[in-house]
């Protein structure tokens, strides 16, 4: 074997280390979460009565019910309990979790601005 394709051989196997690690840290477990335990809001005959919250952004994965739109985080704010992800099309909230258990959501201290 050439120095060049030992070289190659280490970076293939380096690279495929990484991709399997990549894709053993980003899979993410959903689990539902009732909006009452969540966020501070009125229960009604059409869902649950909340404020306006700002989103934080989109992440990669799709609503686990819909299997289209990419949910929504929201972070610690005014009327939020938990940092928690939402689908803006069924309204449906998630926690997330890794494969592990690990929580993702998880911060590392305990804020609240009510």
Known sequence: ???FDAENAADAGANSFLDKRRLETTLLVFKQLDP??????????AG??????IFAGEIRETCPECQTPHLKLVLLQVG?????LVCPL???C???FYVDGTPALETPFFCSFD
């Open 1 to 3: 074997m050439s120095k």
């Open 36 to 45: 009452a335990s969540i966020v501070n809001g009125i229960p009604t005959s």
């Open 48 to 53: 649950y009565l909340t404020r306006d919250f």
């Open 80 to 84: 939020v309990i938990k940092p928690h």
């Open 90 to 92: 069924c309204t449906r």
């Open 94 to 96: 998630f926690d997330a």
